[in-house]
Structures are given as C-alpha cells and as structure tokens.
C-alpha cells in the first residue's frame, strides 16, 4: 500500500543539513512506530528514503520548493504521515534547539561514513576553497597523480594539474582533459555550494588511459568487423547463420540470391525447412559436409553445415553453401588432394545421356548386333565385363554403353589405359598413396578407384598390367578392397570393372605372362568385337558418319561406288579408327563434291596384305625381303599340300586313320579361320585342344604378306 502528500517548504534556509538530520532521526522512530516506510521525492532527482541522511542532503531543497513524502507499507499510512509532516515546517526549529547535540553526533556519524566511501572510489577528489587552495583529498588522489598528499594539500590545482583543455563548454560540469606522465585523465570541475553559499570547487579525476586503450582496441575490432562484413559479401560463397532457437539471424547477399529470398532474417529454420540439412545439425550436433542440395528455385548447391559452439555449448550453425556452376570453376584450382572433385566436376558435363547407350556404336552387321545383344544383358547384371577385339574396334564405346545401360549409369565412368602408364606408377594411379609414401608425396592422392566409386572403372588394355599390379587387382575383384600405396589402412569400394584387351590373354596364360586366377575372374561376360574386316557392311555406315563428322564447311556429298568399293577390299588393320583417319585425310585434301578413287591414299587402292597362320606366334613381320620371302614360300607350300590331300580324300577310296584325318580338319580349320580361337570354335572344340593337336601334328601358324 502506499499514500502521499504534496509539500511546499517555508523554511527560511530551506532543508539545510541540520534540518535534514532531525527530519531523517524523527522518520525513523515513525517508521518503526507505525511499521511503515517513509520516502521523498524532490524534482528529477528521484525517491529517496527520508531516513538516509546523506542520499537527503544531495536534495538541496530550497525555501518555496515543492517535495511529496510517501509512506509505504501495511501499517497505518496516514498517521505515520500526519506526524512526519510538521518536521518540514516551523516545528523542526523547536525540536533543533532541545535536540541539537544529537543531531550533531548524527550528522558527524553519517558524514564519517560519507568520507569513507570517498576515499574507497577509485577516481581523485579534490576541493579547492575560494581563495583556491586545496584543502581536501581522497586516498585515490595520490596514486593517480605520483605526488604525495601532504605535498597536494596547500597547493594549488594549477600548480598539480598544470593547465588542463577544457573539452565541453556547454555542459552544467566544465570538463577538462589532461595529460601527465604517460596517463590521461578527464577532470569534472563543479561549485561546492554548501546552504546556498559558494563555498569553492571540487575536481573530480578519472584516468582514462586503459579505457581510451579499450576504446582504440574497439575501433580495431570494428575495423576488422568491417573488413570482415566485407570479405564474406564479396566471397562467392552463400552464407547462414541460425542461433541455438532455428531463428536465423544472418545471411550474406550470395545466399540471398542464391536461393532467391530476400526476407529470410528472423524466420524459424523449422518453418522454412524442417527436414533440411540446417535443421539436423541443429538438433545433432553433428556436421553435414558437402551435401548437394536442390532449392526451391531449383538451384543446385553444395552445402556443408556445422555447428556453433561457445565453450562446448552448441549456440547455433552456420551453413555455408556454394553454386553446383561454380564449384567446376573453382575445382579446376584445386591441388591433387581434391582430384576427385575435380574429376566429378568435369564429368557432370555428361548429364545428357544418350536415349540408348550403345547409340555410339556404329554398326548394323550380325556380328556387332550380336556383341550389342550381349553388351546389353551384361549391363543389367553387376559382373565383371572384358571386351575383346583388335586395336580401333570401339571397344572403350562398349564400355561406355555398358556403363550408361547399368544400375551404376549416375555414378562417375573412369578410363584408365593400362598401356599408357609406367609400370612403376601405375599402382599408385590406379589405388592412390598416402602422404610420406615416397619422395615427392607431400599430400594424399585419391587413385581410380577411389574416383569410381559408385560407378564404373574401365582398365583398357589390361594385358599389358606387370603381374604385381595383376595381384591387387585381383583382390579388387575378390573383396571390394585395397590399400593406398604407403597405407595401411583398407579402402572399401563399390566399383563394377569393366576390362578389355586385344590380347590373346590365353596365350599370355599359358606362357606364365598374365595370372590364370585374374583371367577367370575377369572373363565373366566375354564380349568379343569383330574386326572391320569381318563386318564389311558396316563400312558404309561407318564412312557416312565420318564424313559428315569432319567434313565441317566443305561441300562433300558423298563417295562414288568405286571408291567404297576399294574401302569393302581393303583389309583395315587399323578398324575404325584407320578409316576414320583415311576419311579425315581425304577430307583435308578434297576440295569438294564427291569422294572418288583419285583421292584414296595409295595404300588402299595397292592392298597387298593377306594373313595365313602358323604356330610361330603372331609375327609382325618387319624383316628384310628374304624373310618375307621365305615365308611366302612356306605358306604357299602348306596351302597346296593342305588342298592336294583334301582332293586326294574325295578321289581315293582308300580309309585313313583318325588322326590323319584330325590332322588334316585341324589343319584346313587354322588356315581358314586364321586362328586357334577361331579354328576352335568352327571345329566346336576348346582352344586348348586345337592348340595341343596343332603342335602334336606339327601344324605352325604363319602371318605372311604378298
């Protein structure tokens, strides 16, 4: 409860100290009479209570001044008040001439406590009288100044302080500022009036050299906050910050932009996106790094999430996010650490995926339809592929397809040319190595199959691998797992192997060259690639597609018959890519029209090449003339005994033995077929049976040219 009243003071010398100090005594005892509290209020300096003498006297109230006095508490209000009220009016004269020596002791008691609590601050106080001599000094006002007291007192301030500059004019305090011995003080200058009477002044000291040092030390942190205001709008990168409640309570331009929302300050996360990578972190802990995300303006961005934490309490996240079309940019900055971004990166350039993968492959003959079929059904599984064929059969093509058709078609296709790499770094190519692996190592290296994860890797001729590297890629194949070149630790990989050879892996078995267990796991799904010459249909297909390829700007129409004539003669050693070649020879010789035999290089229109077969090996034959000859001859020879013995068997009756008649099939199947594979499968035989008869009757297998 609480009740007030309104008073003007008639005191000739207003409420002076003495005054007070009765008032403040009497209060008191009412209060404890009447179980209340009593209280003045006096202009803008606020509510005191009428029993704290000192916080009274500050008033300063003055004869004709309006004050209002309260009282508060359960107890009988009006009574307490009805009997303090005299005390402010002609009464308090009477009771000061009985009580005054009381009220003295009181006054001294409280000014004691006063002068203590001076002395415990820790700015200066210093008083001048009016003739502007010091005759009052805190304990403070020593240190601050070096000097000591007894040299302070008696002097004077211009004598301490020196001339300080004055730094505020205008306000009710004059302030100064002053430098003395390295510190820097500000000085509050006020009258001491004292009842009215100008009694001199007193100078308040503050050394404000460690603030000005905080306050150099905030422009400092608001520069940096600025430059770093800066940095992060001028950064490419789309930045977040949500506090511990989902709120979010920043975000940079580029995030604005990116997900094309410029009023997300202050919306809850939870609102906006309760299942997104933001709000699980937040109630996680746990950070999400490099997480592709799709917005609702269909932005694709790579973001990663982390949570803010304050002394091991989580306050917040903050995301940092990027644009898919410019991480490529900045992947190509990247070091070797990062390849398999980088690669990742330039493979995303292939997301239009042909409607059929194996549109690629050129080719309509029974035998490329044949390989189609079975490339297809292999694609649906997830075994192990090789592709056998010669050089420039398309055999990365099929590989390519394979890769699209499958299960793995989203994840990243990797070429590795087994041929091309040194023996001594292919290891480290294909499974990577660790820091400190050898000399030159200075940061970990992500091998193939570390970038086809998920996908598919395509060993291209793997025929040419040292067993040792064979070794390794057996255990890929077995356990899905690997070691890094100076690691110990194992790599786990989900990884299809597609391989292809144009080998005779078989033969490499035999002669101890290529590991027999890694043949048997690589030769799951044996796709086999014929060679041009044994799909001579296809060959017009083929020149059609090339010239209207490279023919750019020129006017080419086509080829004349007996120019495609000569292409279905020619016995293309190289396959394809030797057509695509000639094809883009002619074209950069020929001006225009149609292709005709006058612009066919000479070595198509004189083909002179032939192959039989001999057990000798496959012989490229770059001999002298004489060796060529010789062959010639032998090869000639086993033709006509191989012809004459066959006529001899229809014409004569005569019964020959079983093996001769083998010997004389085997034979007849190796020249026509022009290999042990192939002998093999016309005779339905296996190819080491054919193998083993050919040596047992002394059968050799000759290349020979004409």
């Known amino acids: 409860m609480e009740l007030k009243r309104e008073l003007t003071i008639k005191l000739k010398d207003g409420l002076h100290t003495r005054v007070i100090a009765a008032i403040a005594r009497e ?49 009988d209000l009006n009574s307490a008040l009805n009997e303090i009220e005299p005390f402010f009016g002609d009464k308090i004269n009477d009771f000061l001439s009985k009580e005054i020596k009381d009220i003295d002791i009181m006054i001294t008691d409280k000014a004691i406590t006063f002068g203590e609590i001076i002395n415990y601050i820790d700015n200066g106080v210093i008083v001048e009288d009016l003739n ?4 009052f000094i805190n304990s403070a006002t020593p240190k601050l100044l070096g000097i000591e007291g007894n040299e302070i007192i008696g002097s004077t301030v211009a004598s301490i302080l020196g ?43 503050e050394n404000v050299s460690m603030l000005e040092e905080v306050i150099e030390e905030l422009s400092i942190v608001k520069e940096l906050k600025e430059k770093l205001q800066l940095i992060i709008d001028t950064v490419g990168d789309g930045i977040c910050v949500i506090n511990n409640k989902g709120i979010i309570t920043y975000v940079n331009n580029n995030y604005k932009k990116m997900v094309d929302d410029e009023e997300l300050l202050g919306k809850n996360i939870v609102d906006i996106s309760p299942e997104g990578l933001r709000n699980s972190v937040l109630e996680t802990g746990v950070a999400k790094i490099g997480e592709i995300v799709k917005k609702r303006n269909c932005n694709e961005m790579i973001c990663s999430v982390y949570p803010l934490k304050v002394e091991d309490e989580q306050v917040g996240v903050v995301s940092i996010a990027k644009e898919i079309s410019n ?15 980088k690669y990742l990166e330039q493979e995303l350039i292939r997301t239009r ?81 660790e820091k ?51 690691g110990e630790s194992t790599v786990k990989v989900n990884v299809r192997i597609i391989a292809a050879t144009h080998r005779n892996l078989e033969d490499m078995v035999r002669d101890g060259e290529f590991r027999e267990d890694l043949y048997y796991r690589l030769n799951v799904i044996p796709v086999i690639l014929a060679p041009l010459r044994d799909r001579k249909e296809d060959i017009p297909l083929l020149a059609e597609h090339f010239i209207d390829k490279l023919k750019g700007d020129k006017k080419i129409i086509g080829i004349t018959n007996d120019a495609m004539n000569k292409f279905m003669e020619y016995t293309w050693r190289g396959n394809v890519r030797e057509l695509e070649n000639v094809i883009e020879r002619i074209i950069a010789l020929c001006e225009e029209g149609v292709i005709g035999l006058d612009d ?75 290999s042990y594979n192939k002998a093999a499968k016309a005779l339905g035989l296996t190819h080491r049976t054919v193998s083993v008869k050919a040596k047992q009757y002394g059968i050799e297998k000759i290349i020979t040219w004409k």
């Open 27 to 75: 209060a008191i005892k009412i209060e404890q009479k009447y179980d209340v509290k009593l209280y003045i209020e006096y202009e803008h300096r606020g509510i005191t209570p009428i029993g704290a003498v000192m916080s009274f006297i500050f008033f300063k109230v003055r004869q004709g001044e309006a004050i209002t006095i309260y009282a508060k508490g359960n107890g």
């Open 132 to 135: 502007g001599e010091i005759t």
């Open 163 to 205: 001339k300080p500059k004055k730094i505020s004019p205008q306000s009710s305090s004059q302030i100064y500022r002053r430098e003395k011995d390295g510190k820097r003080f500000i000085i509050y200058k006020n009258k001491l009036i004292i009842e009215n009477e100008d009694k001199g002044n007193i100078y308040v000291l």
């Open 327 to 341: 991480v490529k940019k900045l992947t190509e900055k990247l070091d070797k650490a990062s390849e398999r971004v």
């Open 353 to 433: 995926k042909p409607h059929q993968a194996f549109d690629k492959y050129i080719g309509k003959s029974g035998k490329i339809l044949d390989s189609l079929a079975l490339a297809t059904k292999a694609a649906k599984s997830n075994a192990t592929v090789i592709i056998r064929g010669e050089s420039g059969t398309g055999k990365e093509l099929i590989a390519e397809g394979i890769h699209y058709a499958s299960n793995k078609s989203e994840g990243p296709f990797i070429r590795v040319n087994c041929a091309a790499i040194p023996e001594t770094l292919i290891e480290s190519e294909l499974f990577g190595y």
């Open 436 to 486: 400190g692996a050898f000399t030159g190592a200075v940061k970990r290296k992500l091998g193939k199959f570390e970038l086809a994860q998920n996908g598919t890797i395509f060993l291209d001729e793997i025929g040419e691998m040292d067993k040792n590297t064979q070794s390794k890629i057996l255990r890929v194949l077995q356990y899905k797992e690997f070691q890094r070149v100076g």
């Open 600 to 674: 066919l290089p000479m070595h198509i229109l004189d083909d002179k090449e032939y192959v039989t077969y001999s057990r000798k090996s496959e012989l490229n034959i770059e001999g002298n003339q004489n060796e060529e000859k010789g062959i010639l001859e032998e090869s000639q020879k086993v033709e006509k005994i191989c012809g004459d013995e066959i006529e001899n068997i229809i014409k004569n009756d005569k019964l020959l033995t079983m093996k001769e008649y083998e010997k004389i099939i085997i034979e007849k199947a190796l020249i026509e077929n022009g």
